[in-house]
């Protein structure tokens, strides 16, 4: 009697070690969890909003982008990317937010002109296929207005894929590289828009680099 009773105890204190080894690998799976979580949006990943048309028809009003944050501090910036900048100073008016978002269409150094009789523009003399951007009716021109700029040290040119209602470095001029938050890589709501963002690279990678940036 006293045998079976001592090992319906030691069974059932085993059980109850197990449960509770259970519930701390549980609790610490959780807490590793929120951690990552937090570290992730602190750090590397940051959800922004689309407020304005200047990316249509890539990004319209109302969409929500995931944005990497490694870009540019461990990830280099590339032409085509996608990416969200804060306001240099006199880009936004009061009461729009810090934030803007625009395609990267020179580098540090670069040579970009618009626009050639195709109406494309060119980048250290390579004329550059866009068809993500939206043209104004009746016209194959990419940009409204005509340019021929360096790109300065340090800096990038950006513009919005929707050029006819963008103002972008064409009227601001280049951008830091230090007022760059991250690349923007992924639509994600509407559900309904979920899409990866492309920077086009098949068309992007053939433009040759400058000597010097």
């Given at each position: 009697?006293?045998?079976?009773?001592?090992?319906?105890?030691?069974?059932?204190?085993?059980?109850?070690?197990?449960?509770?080894?259970?519930?701390?690998d549980l609790a610490i799976i959780?807490?590793?969890?929120?951690?990552?979580?937090?570290?992730?949006?602190?750090?590397?990943?940051?959800?922004?909003?689309?407020?304005?048309?200047?990316?249509?028809?890539?990004?319209?009003?109302?969409?929500?982008?995931?944005?990497?944050?490694?870009?540019?501090?461990?990830?280099?910036?590339?032409?085509?990317?996608?990416?969200?900048?804060?306001?240099?100073?006199?880009?936004?008016?009061?009461?729009?937010?810090?934030?803007?978002?625009?395609?990267?269409?020179?580098?540090?150094?670069?040579?970009?002109?618009?626009?050639?009789?195709?109406?494309?523009?060119?980048?250290?003399?390579?004329?550059?296929?866009?068809?993500?951007?939206?043209?104004?009716?009746?016209?194959?021109?990419?940009?409204?207005?005509?340019?021929?700029?360096?790109?300065?040290?340090?800096?990038?040119?950006?513009?919005?894929?929707?050029?006819?209602?963008?103002?972008?470095?064409?009227?601001?001029?280049?951008?830091?590289?230090?007022?760059?938050?991250?690349?923007?890589?992924?639509?994600?709501?509407?559900?309904?828009?979920?899409?990866?963002?492309?920077?086009?690279?098949?068309?992007?990678?053939?433009?040759?680099?400058?000597?010097?940036?």
């Amino acid at each position: 009697m006293s045998d079976a009773t001592s090992g319906a105890t030691t069974e059932g204190n085993a059980k109850q070690r197990s449960g509770w080894r259970f519930l701390r690998d549980l609790a610490i799976i959780v807490v590793a969890a929120l951690i990552a979580s937090f570290l992730v949006k602190t750090f590397l990943v940051r959800s922004f909003y689309i407020p304005s048309e200047s990316m249509e028809n890539t990004l319209l009003v109302g969409d929500r982008v995931l944005v990497n944050e490694l870009v540019p501090g461990l990830v280099p910036l590339q032409r085509g990317d996608v990416v969200v900048f804060t306001d240099p100073g006199g880009w936004l008016g009061t009461g729009q937010g810090d934030d803007l978002i625009k395609r990267v269409i020179g580098l540090p150094g670069d040579r970009v002109s618009c626009c050639g009789s195709d109406g494309r523009l060119s980048v250290n003399g390579k004329a550059v296929d866009e068809p993500y951007v939206v043209r104004e009716a009746g016209s194959d021109r990419v940009s409204g207005t005509d340019f021929d700029i360096t790109v300065p040290k340090n800096h990038i040119w950006v513009m919005g894929d929707n050029r006819y209602d963008s103002a972008d470095s064409r009227a601001h001029g280049s951008v830091p590289v230090d007022d760059v938050v991250g690349r923007a890589f992924i639509t994600t709501w509407p559900v309904s828009r979920w899409t990866v963002l492309s920077r086009y690279g098949d068309e992007w990678d053939r433009v040759p680099d400058r000597a010097t940036r």
